[in-house]
């Protein structure tokens, strides 16, 4: 059989050189990395893929690794905050010195949330965590394993609507208290069970001021969890949980005004909205009643 030879069409005539001259003055180059969503609301996560000579990702100030997956890429997450502006920035993705940086363009959306006030009594807004409680969620936060445990899609850790959606702008007592609610609230009755919402290992399982009975999960390459307010703990510290296996049971401990789930979603220690992970349905104004 003949040998086929494949020739770049066009590339040794002259007259398509000639168009082509003003865009060959930088090397041509495929774009390599991708950036999903490439228009991110705030309190969204970029997921980045890159070929595996890519180590790391830069938007403004914040940086996500890129680590190693079984199919040969990288991949790493980079959270936005509720509080990053929103504008077109430039994603800059690494691969060592000898090599340039790779660029890609990375539009945050302006996010209206919306206000939400809530009554607590004097002995609930009295609490407050303690300097040792703070540096042990700082220190979960900030410690995250390099080795993926976690897979798509996170499981709900229950099945109840929201009562809160993340990012809501938070009033105590009608007075503005400049947090944003970082978890969603879901309803779920005093005793039900809490799940995982994917594999990892359970970094604390202990009682809070403020978080009340409250459960750590890290599922690493920059995702945690944390599942607050419980009745009872059934996780301990250091165990590895698969995706939806019982970390306790609803209950109302902490500054929490009935039973009800708070979790929250951390992407390299930032606080993420849990819905754009996992489906939940905001519950609708009559069922919001207690
Ligand atoms: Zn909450």
Redesign the pocket.
């Known amino acids: 059989m003949p040998v086929r030879t494949i020739r770049p069409p066009g590339l040794f005539t002259v007259a398509p050189l000639l168009v082509l001259a003003p865009f060959c003055s930088a090397p041509l180059r495929a774009q390599q990395c991708t950036v999903s969503p490439a228009q991110v609301k705030l309190g969204e996560t970029l997921r980045i893929t890159c070929p595996p000579e890519f180590t790391s990702a830069k938007l403004n100030d914040r940086t996500a690794k890129l680590f190693p997956q079984q199919n040969g890429q990288r991949f790493g997450l980079l959270p936005i905050s509720v509080k990053d502006t929103p504008g077109t920035f430039s994603l800059t993705l690494s691969r060592g010195e000898a090599d340039p940086p790779e660029t890609l363009q990375v539009g945050i959306r302006k996010t209206i949330f919306p206000s939400q006030n809530v009554t607590l009594s004097p002995e609930i807004e009295g609490l407050h965590s303690t300097p040792e409680e703070i540096a042990l969620l700082n220190n979960f936060k900030e410690n995250i394993s390099d080795s993926r445990s976690w897979a798509d899609p996170l499981a709900p850790p229950v099945s109840g609507c929201m009562t809160?959606p993340f990012g809501v702008k938070r009033l105590h007592n009608g007075k503005p208290t400049g947090e944003y609610?970082g978890?969603v609230?879901q309803r779920t009755p005093e005793g039900e069970p809490i799940r995982a919402v994917a594999a990892g290992t359970v970094t604390f399982a202990r009682q809070f001021n403020v978080l009340g009975n409250a459960v750590g999960i890290d599922h690493g390459q920059g995702l945690e969890s944390m599942y607050l307010h419980m009745s009872r703990l059934v996780a301990a510290p250091g165990a590895s949980v698969q995706r939806g296996d019982i970390l306790g049971y609803a209950g109302s401990t902490g500054r929490s005004t009935g039973p009800h789930l708070?979790w929250v979603l951390y992407v390299n220690g930032i606080n993420v909205n849990p819905a754009q992970w996992v489906k939940l349905q905001l519950c609708s104004a009559a069922a919001k009643k207690r």
Do not use: C, P, R, V
Request: proline letters at 0%.
């Open positions: 809160s609610h978890g609230d708070h």
